[in-house]
């Protein structure tokens, strides 16, 4: 899932290969927390992004989860298997993102399914919790609020 780009290259007199791989530290320090810069490189674009991903375990792996997203972060993210109590997930920071909603066990241990949102972004959640059943069904929902685009 991480972003490392890889350049291969075949110099066709000596048959090398030259692989230009950059370090964690660089991919570390191009990563950017800070919420001013979230969509810098998607601001002249429309494309919108979901991304899900069954994380089995979200509470150790937050900053090599937001280091895998490189240059395409997508605006709204979806985990299942979060492995979270409600008090839990509700510290998980995921700078820039927001938590939206989520569902959590109560009697077992792990599943659990969230969606965290930009901090840009404005919705309302959907309440599906007649429908849920742990180990069964562990869904929660939201529902974006768009604005409309002026189109010339």
Known sequence: MACLKTTKQINTNTKQINTNTPSINTLINNHNHSHRNI???HSNSSKFMIYHQNIQGISKKTDEFLISFCNNRPQIVCLTEHHLTAEEINSINLDP???GVYFCRQKYKYGGACIYISKFLEFSTINLEKYHKE??????ALKLTCKQKTIQ
């Open 135 to 140: 180990k069964d069904l562990e869904i929660c």
């Open 97 to 99: 993102y927001k938590l």
């Open 39 to 41: 969509f810098k490189q």
